[in-house]
């Protein structure tokens, strides 16, 4: 089963393992934001967030393997995962991420992604979030949620719990 675990509710442990992955050069490169973060700085960072910024470490079997966040106010998203793990264990992870935002009646989620990103671009090509031109670096994404979830998940019960 898929944990969403709230930045805030993290053990320092888990936001040094959380950044390990968000600080690997394959991460760095495929992210808005590409510059090492430091420890200290996330944490105070995370004190920081309020309820309209929604950030979560993603978990299976007890072990972060991702993150996804949500800016409530443009709606804007975004997710980083770690390499080894497998792709369809990212679709889950996503899909149980879409299938949180969708019950708070958003109609449209944005995002940026990187053109060059070939792994996120399979994975939102699954999704069927539109990719519109934003510079020559971006696309800049759109999901409607009238067109979600995608037919693999029509009439199946996917499990997973979220930690607010």
Do not use: C
Not at 38 to 52: A, C, G, I, R, T
Not at 56 to 83: D, N, R, T
Not at 93 to 110: C, Q, R, T
Not at 130 to 146: P, Q, R, V
């Amino acid at each position: 089963m898929i944990l969403l675990k709230n930045y805030k509710l993290l053990s320092y442990n888990e936001h040094k393992e959380l950044l390990k992955i968000r600080n690997l050069d394959y991460v760095r490169k495929t992210a808005t934001l590409d510059k090492i973060i430091l420890l200290d700085e996330h944490l105070k960072w995370v004190e920081n967030l309020d309820y309209s910024k929604q950030y979560f470490a993603v978990f299976y079997k007890e072990k972060i393997i991702g993150g996804v966040h949500l800016i409530l106010s443009q709606p804007l998203w975004g997710m980083f995962f770690k390499k080894e793990i497998e792709p369809f264990l990212s679709m889950m992870a996503v899909y149980s991420f879409l299938d949180y935002v969708k019950h708070l009646e958003i109609k449209n989620l944005y995002g940026f992604m990187k053109k060059d990103n070939k792994e996120a671009i399979k994975l939102h090509n699954f999704f069927g979030i539109e990719m519109m031109d934003y510079d020559d670096e971006f696309y800049k994404t759109n999901l409607n949620f009238d067109n979600f979830p995608p037919k693999f998940f029509k009439n199946k019960k996917i499990k997973y719990q979220i930690q607010k």
